[in-house]
């Protein structure tokens, strides 16, 4: 899987659009982007995930560049609840699950 | 849907003494389970991945015999620490696939504190 850098935190105000970047330079074709959250003391959330178009859902919205080397989480309207470890995370498919190495991730911090 | 149970929450043990946390997909069955450690201020590690029916993979540096996993069913498995010491207090969470491209559901975890 590719190696994935992140910044190690960022902070928002609350109400803003949080942003958090990925690089992935080394992805390859058939690797996805995925992202998830670590609230303190709980598992791992899913948010999003895409291959090469744009990606939105209830939570997120997932910007991959044309060249896929990296990659934007978009949360919107960020809240306090948002606060939390975001993990990007670049796997392929294969034929056996297999599975996701989490880095270091980025801490953002919503402030009031 | 895809929901991943994870039980205890929180448990403290006696040096010395076993623990099992179960991790249960309520409405997905589950090929594979993962199970992850955490130590405070750092990222998830991968313990073992956990197939249905046949033994786990651990991975290196990882006790299999101190960490016992079963996977009997299709939405149940179990991690037993065994001889539990406090170097073994961490976060431990499971997690399962739903179907690779839609990603993972992880469980809530598991704070184990041995005194």
């Known amino acids: 899987d590719a190696k994935t850098t992140q910044p190690p935190s960022m902070d928002c105000a609350e109400g803003r659009a949080a942003n958090l970047p990925c690089n992935h330079s080394t992805i390859s074709g058939n690797e996805y982007v995925y992202w998830y959250r670590q609230i303190h003391s709980q598992g791992p959330q899913y948010i999003i995930h895409g291959l090469k178009n744009n990606e939105t859902n209830e939570m997120a919205s997932l910007i991959i560049t044309e060249d896929r080397k990296s990659s934007t989480l978009i949360l919107p309207h960020a809240t306090l609840r948002d606060t939390a470890v975001y993990y990007c995370?670049?796997?392929?498919?294969?034929?056996?699950?297999?599975?996701?190495?989490f880095g270091s991730g980025t801490q953002l911090t919503v402030l009031p | 849907g895809a929901v991943v149970s994870q039980h205890p929450s929180r448990v403290i043990c006696k040096s010395g003494t076993s623990v099992k946390i179960e991790c249960r997909s309520l409405?997905?069955?589950?090929?594979?389970m993962f199970w992850y450690r955490q130590f405070p201020k750092q990222s998830l590690m991968l313990m073992a991945t956990?197939?249905?029916?046949?033994?786990?993979?651990?991975e290196q540096g990882v006790e299999k015999d101190k960490f016992l996993i079963n996977h009997a069913s299709l939405t149940l498995s179990t991690l037993t620490v065994t001889s539990a010491h406090p170097e073994d207090s961490s976060f431990y969470i499971c997690?399962?696939?739903?179907?690779?491209?839609?990603?993972?559901?992880f469980g809530s975890g598991t704070r184990l504190t041995v005194v």
């Open positions: 409405d997905f069955q589950a090929t594979t």
């Open positions: 995370i670049v796997r392929a498919i294969s034929g056996s699950a297999r599975q996701l190495t």
């Open positions: 956990s197939n249905e029916g046949s033994k786990a993979t651990y």
């Open positions: 997690s399962a696939t739903r179907g690779q491209v839609m990603g993972y559901t």
